[in-house]
């Protein structure tokens, strides 16, 4: 039988100055042999556990809404796929999302609340956990193992990577180890953290990848995956290795219809959620870096079209007008392969380094241009509070035919181009038509898009288009589509 997943956020079912870091200078706790009479050694986590287990908390929040029969709850994700839930939606499925037995009735107030986990990782009791545990929260509450319930109080938050800081008072106050050293795939991993409010539990599984993204889960996404046994509730909750040290916040699960583990579970690594506690702590906000460009992974089609040795690198595909990428003389086309002397491997890891760098800091990028190499070195400004989206990666894949047979193209003017919600200023000429079985169409060309360069020369007209395309073989297209430019390869 065929099983439709989604993607799950997991808190827990919603039922309508500088931190003094925990570092870890040894391990505070390891694996144990114990011996039964006349048995093997058996492995056990104890010790460790019980040293641990005391600093991830119970978080439940509640806040007043209201809701009509008619009200329909949005959801994270796209349309045309089961869309990623929070444990809200769990619950609407059973009791309706709104009205429950008297649909229609006007809209009143109520108060709804949900549960998931946190992690102490101060003495003084600084609180990670995520943003969707505690979110538009008028009152949140902390329970530890030994019963103390605290009010605690919400520090900031960051959306954008699912991060949230919390702070208590209290005394002898238990904290997780910080992690220093980065998960490898292969290595033990328990997940601690309270599933659908029953209480702490503790599961183990290994680590099954690291660095996942382009899961639409967050805006800034660098993953470390775990079969460890997670479930909505979990959220918020400790990632630990072995030694007793905290190395990701659990997050999200891949999940089937009923929403429970399968074995995928997702957690931000710890290092992605220090940076941003810290900036929280200190300034109540979260401030990126911010290059100017949109960007794209590099695919085998796209380095051939590039002349690249290979597919590691981000290329740039349009440098906006007065930012620092202009300033500093990057130009579409350009395949960035390095920062600071450290390799790219893909869109997302760019992305990540200039946001993790703080505004204002110069930044030594290696490019790839048909001429060979080159050093550039941007100095980052601050992202804007409405964040870019970067290009996404779009199937580039050849064909046996001519390259843009079954393409018919127009010119493009104003009109057209607010009808296609890009600038009215935007040169190149407009695609009308694609046949479904030609090699363009199979490369992401569509109807509606603006091709605006045809190998890296511009045209404005049908007729600098033909020229530009020629009889030759394959060709490299810059393409805008609804505002975000992307390079097209297609080949002969």
């Not at 399968?262 to 931000?268: C, K, L, T, V």
């Not at 479904?436 to 363009?440: D, I, T």
């Given at each position: 039988m065929k099983t439709n997943f989604a993607l799950v956020a997991l808190a827990a079912a919603s039922l309508g100055g500088a931190v003094s870091w925990h570092y870890a200078t040894e391990?505070?706790?390891?694996?144990?042999?114990?011996?039964?009479?006349?048995g093997a050694p058996s492995l056990t986590f104890a010790p460790m556990v019980r040293k641990i287990a005391p600093a991830v908390v119970n978080i439940s929040s509640s806040r007043v809404v209201r809701t009509s029969g008619s009200q329909n709850r949005n959801r994270r994700g796209g349309r045309g796929q089961q869309q990623p839930q929070t444990p809200e939606d769990f619950f609407g499925q059973l009791f309706g999302n709104g009205g429950g037995m008297f649909p229609g009735m006007p809209d009143q107030p109520r108060r709804e609340g949900g549960v998931g986990s946190g992690v102490i990782v101060s003495g003084d009791g600084y609180i990670l956990t995520n943003n969707h545990v505690v979110d538009k929260a008028d009152t949140v509450k902390v329970s530890l193992n030994d019963r103390r319930e605290f009010t605690a109080k919400v520090i900031g938050t960051d959306p954008h990577t699912d991060?949230?800081?919390?702070?208590?008072?209290?005394?002898?106050?238990?904290?997780?180890?910080?992690?220093?050293?980065?998960?490898?795939?292969?290595?033990?991993?328990l997940a601690i953290g309270n599933p659908f409010g029953i209480g702490q539990t503790v599961t183990m599984g290994i680590v099954s990848a690291t660095g996942r993204n382009q899961m639409n889960i967050e805006q800034y996404e660098d993953f470390i995956q775990t079969d460890a046994a997670i479930n909505p509730g979990n959220s918020g909750g400790a990632l630990v290795n072995t030694n007793g040290e905290l190395i990701g916040i659990n997050t999200a699960i891949l999940a089937g219809g009923g929403g429970g583990n399968?074995?995928?579970?997702?957690?931000?690594p710890v290092a992605m959620a220090h940076e941003v506690m810290d900036q929280l702590v200190k300034t109540g906000k979260v401030v990126r870096g911010y290059m100017g460009a949109q960007i794209q992974d590099v695919t085998p089609t796209l380095a051939k079209a590039f002349n690249l040795k290979g597919i590691n690198g981000a290329a740039l595909t349009n440098i906006e007008s007065g930012t620092p990428a202009e300033k500093a003389g990057l130009q579409a086309g350009d395949v960035v392969t390095a920062v600071n002397g450290e390799p790219i491997s893909d869109s997302n890891s760019l992305r990540l380094r200039i946001s993790r760098t703080a505004p204002g800091t110069p930044v030594r990028l290696t490019v790839q241009r048909p001429e060979g190499p080159k050093e550039v070195t941007v100095t980052l400004g601050q992202l804007p509070s409405q964040d870019k989206d970067d290009d996404g990666q779009p199937d580039l894949r050849g064909g046996n035919k001519t390259p843009l047979e079954g393409v018919s193209v127009d010119d493009l003017d104003a009109q057209t181009a607010r009808q296609l919600q890009i600038a009215p200023s935007t040169k190149g000429v407009v695609v009308t038509e694609v046949d479904?079985?030609?090699?363009?169409y199979e490369a992401g060309l569509r109807r509606g898009?603006?091709?605006?360069?045809?190998?890296?020369?511009?045209?404005t007209s049908v007729g600098e288009f033909e020229t530009a395309v020629g009889r030759g073989g394959s060709v490299l297209l810059l393409v805008n589509r609804g505002g975000a430019t992307r390079f097209v390869a297609i080949e002969k």
């Open positions: 391990h505070p706790a390891a694996p144990t042999y114990v011996y039964a009479q006349g991060i949230a800081v919390l702070k208590i008072e209290g005394r002898n106050l238990p904290a997780v180890p910080i992690g220093q050293t980065k998960p490898a795939v292969g290595d033990l991993a399968q074995g995928i579970g997702f957690a931000i479904v079985a030609s090699a363009a898009d603006v091709i605006q360069s045809v190998n890296r020369k511009p045209v």
